[in-house]
């Protein structure tokens, strides 16, 4: 059982799965720095605000729907596992997720989680210290 299953390259790749994989490799220090995960972390960013070619999480709002802690692919994960993966504020698509964020903070200062979660009152909190960490690590 040692041979890796080769996946079906006539497919479209899926930024919702890219995402939740690349998140794996970015936590490790090892991992984040192999070519492919730079190569997926490419296509995960050329994808933001577009849907995806499955019809899982197909709309391109899915993008929109931020929360802490991470549970599917949005702008505040993707740009968070893109950082660990050395990508910079200075890419275009990079920028497009921050300006994003910084044009969706809402009035009182907060960004808002778009799933809730049953029980935690702070989860627009939690939320928000993510955004200004990913805002901080990209534009210091």
């Known amino acids: 059982?040692?041979?890796?299953?080769?996946?079906?390259?006539?497919?479209?790749f899926s930024h919702w799965c890219t995402g939740i994989?690349?998140?794996?490799?970015a936590a490790h220090e090892e991992y984040r720095?192999?070519?492919?995960?730079?190569?997926?972390?490419?296509?995960?960013?050329?994808r933001f605000f577009k849907p995806d070619p499955y019809p899982d999480r197909r709309a391109a709002?899915?993008?929109?729907?931020?929360?802490?802690?991470?549970?599917?692919?949005?702008?505040l994960s993707a740009l968070d596992s893109l950082w660990w993966l050395g990508f910079s504020g200075e890419d275009p698509d990079i920028r497009s997720?921050?300006?994003?964020?910084?044009a969706n903070q809402?009035?009182?200062?907060?960004?808002?989680?778009?799933?809730?979660?049953g029980g935690d009152k702070d989860?627009?909190?939690w939320t928000t210290l993510h955004v200004c960490?990913?805002?901080?690590?990209?534009?210091?």
């Not at 059982?1 to 479209?12: A, V």
């Not at 720095?33 to 050329?46: C, F």
């Not at 997720?97 to 910084?102: H, M, R, S, V």
């Open 33 to 46: 720095q192999a070519p492919e995960a730079r190569a997926a972390g490419g296509l995960l960013k050329s």
């Open 61 to 75: 709002s899915f993008w929109e729907k931020i929360r802490y802690p991470f549970w599917w692919t949005d702008i």
């Open 97 to 102: 997720g921050l300006d994003w964020l910084i």
């Open 123 to 125: 989860i627009h909190h």
């Open 21 to 25: 994989v690349l998140r794996a490799f």
């Open 106 to 117: 809402e009035p009182s200062g907060l960004w808002k989680a778009r799933y809730l979660s």
């Open 1 to 12: 059982m040692d041979e890796t299953i080769q996946p079906d390259r006539s497919k479209p």
């Open 133 to 140: 960490r990913a805002l901080r690590r990209y534009l210091d």
